[in-house]
């Protein structure tokens, strides 16, 4: 992002027309509805990123700023209790009103008082903490574009009917390489942002871990590959589990990940796309902390840490730009490198989602953003297919708890 | 209902109209989410009364039927275990697709092809069982036109914005007029329904019961006398309330009727028409079974039983035909008579939903409309303010449990 | 019981004798868990019966008065909030202290008081009340005794090593006679209790009520009978189950009554004599409502109301005093005369819980023993093997909700 | 421990002496019942400790082995699947049978068995082993010595008479001195069991971390300082607590620790010298993650990691043997050395429990002992009050959920 308010503008522009842009193929039912309290309705979403811009930009810096409407800033207040009062997370789907019409009205709105402020505000003293508050907004909205995808995705495959959101249908893939194993040394290296460009405050401050000898696999865990500890009896066996995964287990009576569906055919997955036979190359996604560990634990491996994981991806060039509804296997690889880092499915890491050394939650309200969900949550890494452009990087913290299955997660192993 | 096929199928196209008249406020969005499992989508409704036609009459009488859609007999089955598989109740508000235009057309391919059925078939030797089967599916849609109206109300409800369904601003009540008692003497008396007409088979055999001497109260309570309850600390109060109503109001931590919402200006009423002054001449409604006993002990009164409320209402000459989206207050009388039995709250009687001696259930999935849910709920007698036109009847049982209140349901005492 | 001092104390050391000796086959151990909220410990049992004699007998008539401890007023209350605090009912396991032995002690303390305010005040003016709250608590008494035991089976059932509380072994029975139907033409009668001797304020007042012409089966449902419903896939047919009745099948996975054991040898009962083969002559006990309905509709019957049993079992000239463990088999019976309506297990009737016309409780806590419990339970009729002598009476209405299975609760069918 | 067997049989001898010495203030009423699903009654860890070795000793090695009872083998397993089937963990407390005595005899005859066979075995090839499984059994033992302690204080709360466990009286305690901060540069460390001893296999293996520059607290937080937190309104301030931790706070309207208890005279402390009043200069104990968490953020500090605390440990010297059942005031300390490490409270770190690199579990039941257990808890250092004698080491890893309360769990504070 250049320094300049020219392609701050612009970048506001086009994150905030890729929101809309991933809505229009649904109707106004699909974005009301709420699939689970986890999970959020796509209005609400469209909503809350335009909210912050209200909250975070707009009545900090507007000359006589009038909310939108009132009650707005309570219907779509996520978690900042500094904020005030919020609606209840799992009442999110009651909104019907106001409809999806006057949540793009609120966008336009919002979006026409941004862009009469910032060419003036970038000309101010505040320019910096400005700029900081929209890449920040932008970056916060980017995450809320994944989350369209994956709880649209959840809703869809509640209804019997397993609707499709993308029209395209699925090629079969080609066999993918066999995995091997990437070989580091014991080293003490360093992890988190180094600075001169965003991240979020939870990949700060930059630290030195020391990491002992591990290998990390050539690539993702397909489906075939899953399909083999299905067919093995994985989820009857409680030695491959951790005790709480195991009672989760039990509890929910899972026999495979959260989308297949078998069938007198064989074995199919609910996607994007609608129903699909399951395709044996691409990798294993919506696979939840307790699945990853079982199928690492059968395999003889087991997860990386962030560390590894960091430094295994330190090497990394450049990162892919894809984007797709679904995520596709390995391509061919030359020599011993590491693919799908990015742009496949998060990698479920071993880390516990915890603060690094020295880490300071900003003051206010926008300190609520990372800091207070550091509890019972695991660390993922790299990026899903689903993860828009230029939001994803190599010091990327992501974090679930270990029962969540909604998103494209899967698994990327390693040895010590 | 005269007994030719144009008077059938003139009510059958009245009946169905109004069904989709009363969808026509509202959006897509409001038609398409749940509130609560008790509670079904508006779109729901508009879907489940044309399954109803659908699989009782289409299915049976029509050559080479074959279904609008296969997965609607599963999607919009509500509780017919004769029938097959169902969707689970509180799961019909996933139903993002079929879209609300979808709904619309399949109701209109289904009236379509009942019109033309049915001319036909009246003049055959099967018009008996088909004409009752229509009346039964135009009974059963009218009792949906009510619930559209109680579960959108509730849908409304859970909305901070406190969205209004009827545009008209309610109007405060002349005042009403005191309470009287009408007395009744011990007697042998029969209840039940006669015959002639149509009722539900839950309204039959006409039966003797022994009523012993009763007074009945002349109108229903007020939202006036029911705050002068709570005012008076009655949902404080355990021993004004049965063991489990009490444990349900300490679990549940009520202080008064459901929809009413204090502010710092006094009491206010959520309504169809949006949130409005509480108006103390109006009857009190929402009000559950547990609510109406504790109000009627606290009254040195108690609530009526069935056979009590019959035989007062036995000399009612004809049923009034209000249809309104709240209840109104009891207009002025002249003489001792009793009011407000139709057309403005349905009334709890003391009286647990049970059969009535040598009621027998009609065979197959038709078997289940009733009879199955006699347990475990108490009959409620006359009508509300929006049940649909011609629907009420003296000997109509309608029918919930100690504990629901999102229904038009109110309290009208008598004493031994 | 005669009017007089020296037959009440005769009286109330013979039940309060009773309690201690049931008691006396269990160890501390035994005595103090809770096996489930709706079931009690046997110590409490034990306290709970002292404190009604303590609190509605000592407390109002010994002068002086102090009690024997003062957190047991709290810790032994068990449902009348007119007294004061109560002890929470899923919490009366966790009384640890005070020990059995204190309790006993207790027990030993309110007797003497009791033995020597009762003479001194039966020549009083206060003779009439007295007499009655001494009645009233020997009878609660009674009925604990009851409870007692169905408590402790429940307990017991809970543990893999089936331990017995009777030493006795069961001896198998023989054939019971053919179901045969006794006949009743419709009627204007009376039930309820007609004064002269104890009755529970819910068998007054004694009231007219007309009752259809029936049929009442000449004998409870047996094991045998039962096991016919089971092995025709009872527990599989939705169609032969209340809707709420169905749920509760399925949520809780039911196949069989609660204390029946399938093995590989076959199907056993758990009883008060230990795990015993299933006697398919003894009558089927531990049944719920909804299981009673299921099977009266599955053998194309119905069950009872309670004016039917009552008129049926007006015609008993004596109660036959039964007690033991388990209940038996029917014995041979000359004509065709009912059995087994005392002495064997509880008969469910249709009728829900309610008020008799006219019914009017007691003032002060007192009025809290029944009133309040009249919705959303079922009566039963007759008695069970483990009522105690005395305590049965023709107007006797037992009651409790629709899925309680832990007492000795049967099936007596009737027909219209 | 010394490496004969007659060091190995006099320790075997005095850990399970003092098992039985625990219970003996108790009754079989206190030795019975269970008080919450995560408590586990004093009978059956006196039962369970005698499975371990009937299970994992006599079961290998005795010649002709029998089991003391068939179903102990399923009813005093924990959770080792490797074994088989297990009474599940909610249910413990209805196991009035068997009765106390009888697993005192269970105890003994097992106690007999392992006496005779370990002198015999200790000369054999299989020594070694043997050793490593009795000293594994021995420091099982003591953990539920520990546990027997915090389980019987969590039942005694429950009850309203505040029972006793000891007889003595708490005396106050003299003024504790200033917090102060023992600084620590940033260094590479190792931390881990070094091997030699006994040690379990969590502590393995020793490794290398880099540990940032930090500061820890002199002594734990006392009373008086966490009254100052809640006093200062720090259970109604989300901005202090973890989501989740607000979350926990409000679900079950918390406003102090778990045992505190106000009445109008001030703060009491519910302890095993039964209700007391809180003396402010004793450690805050019986503290949650969340509420140890909160009260860091409010003090302006944060919870040590186990690295961290470990290497502030590291130079002490000889760990104290305190044991009592409540923890004592620091005593004055002379220079800046770190106090209450040991026997007092253990103290919450803020690492997430999770496998040192390269952890390798054991194969078979035993490999159970630990490694499933690694998700979502969080790492306790040092020692409490009621750790038995030698049973803490410097490596030892204890670990509970972030809202376990019932421990004797306290706060040592941390800086960066």
Sequence with gaps: MRNDADSLIAEY???????????????????CVQSMPDASPVKWHLAHTTWFFETF????????????????RVLFNSYYN??????????????????????????????????????????SEMSGML??????????????QELILTDLKHLLSLNPLAPSYAQRLLEPSGRVS???WQHFDAALIEIGHAGGAFCFDNETPRHREFVERFSLASRLVTNGEFLAFVEDGGYDKPALWLSEGWDWVRANQLAHP???????????????????????ERPATHISYFEADAYARWAGARLPTEAEWERAAAGIAMIPETNAPHPSAASAMSGSGLTQLFGAVWQWTSSSYAPYPGYITAAGAIGEYNGKFMVNQYVLRGSSCVTPPKHARITYRNFFPASARWQFTGIRLAKS
Tied chains: 1, 2, 3, 4.
């Design 13 to 31: 522009d086009a994150v905030r027309r890729y929101t809309v842009a991933l809505s229009e193929p649904l109707s106004d039912e699909d974005c």
């Design 57 to 72: 930009i707009l009545e900090r810096f507007e000359p006589g700023f009038r909310p939108f409407h009132p009650m707005f």
């Design 82 to 123: 500094g904020i005030g009062e919020k609606h209840p997370r799992p009442q999110r789907g009651m909104l019907t009103r106001p409809s999806l019409d006057e949540v793009r009205a609120y966008r336009r709105n919002v979006d026409e008082r941004v862009g009469r402020l910032l060419p003036r505000l970038m000309r």
């Design 131 to 144: 700029r900081e508050l929209v890449e920040l907004g932008l970056q916060h909205e980017q995450q809320h």
């Design 178 to 180: 066999p995995l091997t």
């Design 258 to 280: 959260m989308y297949w569906r078998p069938d007198a055919s064989g074995w199919n997955e609910f996607t994007l796309h609608g129903l699909q036979p399951l395709d044996p």
